[in-house]
């Protein structure tokens, strides 16, 4: 929020709490003189001179002086680990300000107001003893100025609060950011050794056209990561693009014996998911599901939008395992997942032998809103 957009908002803000306060004070004032009616046998109540004088003597002040206190409470804020001195200030500035302000009313009585004989005997800064306690201003200078001191100082703990949330957000998304440079690394130089040695094959077997092609599909794969090294948020579609990539990389290696199914709703297509999610997940499949499985085996790959989640289903009928165990792809992608989403996402493995593995994710979709957020 600019500053000309705050300054209307904290002076409508002042104004209710202050007007507040007036209620309460004419609120006192009513109960004085309906005890005054309940107690006393000739009371004779009066309201409007009361009232009158409380608000351009009492309330009406507190506008100027309530500044003050917001600009004591932004220069020394209250702290749980430094309070004590904020406190010692706010406690002289109070004591200040009744002072002034029980002379300022003393004076301006004294001069200007309908004194009784007896009352003009006095001096003027005499007066300020009467209205201080007789007439109960002590009283309302210690509300008005709490009110107005913890109202500002909760405002400021609002602020450090919002700021300390903001703080863990990009700690969160830089930690999130090194963990997927971090997974790159991992996965670009074993991709590329697997890679050359299936165009090593295609060379053996004077295939140069098939190993051609498979060159030029590996500099497309690498010059997507590449293109993508900062972006932590991409399309599903993208993701799927890339998995595209390196499937047909793997068929040179694995020719016929490598059979893809691809599934995705139209809904599920442009739905933004963490960079380099599938990737892991469709090598691990590739080469310790199909690769130590001889024969055909299939490799599916469904991603669909239930409601505000999106369900991203990878299975293989390659070798499984009784015992599976995680390499570091799949717990990074696991680790990564837990960083984001917390606990609100699904991460499951499900491996048999020679029946093959099947990994499940389910996660919340993004509002555009939080999007946003994560950008900046």
């Not at 493995?349 to 099947?358: A, D, E, K, V, Y």
Request: glycine share 6%.
């Amino acid at each position: 929020m600019s500053t000309t957009d705050s300054r209307p908002a904290t002076f409508r803000h002042l104004a209710f709490i202050l007007g507040c306060i007036w209620i309460g004070m004419v609120l006192t004032l009513l109960l004085r003189q309906l005890s005054g009616l309940l107690t006393e046998r000739d009371f004779t109540p009066e309201l409007v001179a009361p009232i009158r004088f409380i608000t351009l003597h009492f309330w009406l002040p507190w506008f100027a002086i309530a500044p003050l206190v917001a600009a004591l409470a932004k220069r020394l804020p209250i702290r749980p680990e430094r309070w004590i001195w904020p406190l010692c200030a706010n406690l002289l500035l109070f004591l200040a300000v009744s002072v002034v302000h029980s002379l300022g009313v003393s004076y301006t009585y004294h001069y200007f107001g309908d004194l009784t004989p007896a009352m003009a005997t006095y001096a003027p800064w005499q007066h300020s003893g009467h209205f201080m306690f007789g007439n109960n201003m002590f009283l309302f200078e210690v509300i008005t100025y709490a009110v107005l001191a913890a109202n500002f100082n909760m405002g400021n703990f609002h602020q450090i609060v919002r700021r300390q949330e903001l703080d863990a957000i990009r700690l969160r998304e830089t930690l999130a950011e090194l963990r997927l440079q971090t997974l790159r690394m991992q996965i670009n130089p074993h991709f590329l050794f697997n890679s050359l040695n299936a165009v090593a094959v295609l060379v053996h077997k004077n295939e140069p056209e098939r190993a051609v092609e498979t060159i030029n599909r590996i500099a497309s794969f690498f010059r997507r990561t590449l293109d993508d090294t900062s972006d932590q948020w991409v399309p599903l579609q993208r993701e799927l693009e890339m998995a595209a990539e390196y499937l047909a990389i793997a068929r040179v290696r694995y020719g016929d014996r490598l059979n893809v199914i691809q599934e995705c709703e139209p809904g599920a297509q442009t739905v933004q998911v963490p960079a380099m999610l599938l990737q892991p997940l469709i090598e691990n499949a590739v080469i310790h599901g199909i690769g130590e499985k001889p024969g055909p085996c299939t490799l599916a790959v469904r991603c669909r939008r239930a409601r505000d989640r999106l369900e991203i289903d990878i299975s293989d009928d390659g070798a499984g395992a009784a015992h599976f165990r995680e390499g570091t792809g799949l717990t990074n992608v696991r680790l990564r997942l837990q960083q984001i989403y917390g606990d609100d996402h699904m991460f499951d493995i499900q491996s048999r032998p020679n029946l093959g593995t099947r990994v499940m994710i389910a996660f919340p979709i993004p509002a555009r809103s939080a999007m946003r957020a994560l950008a900046t």
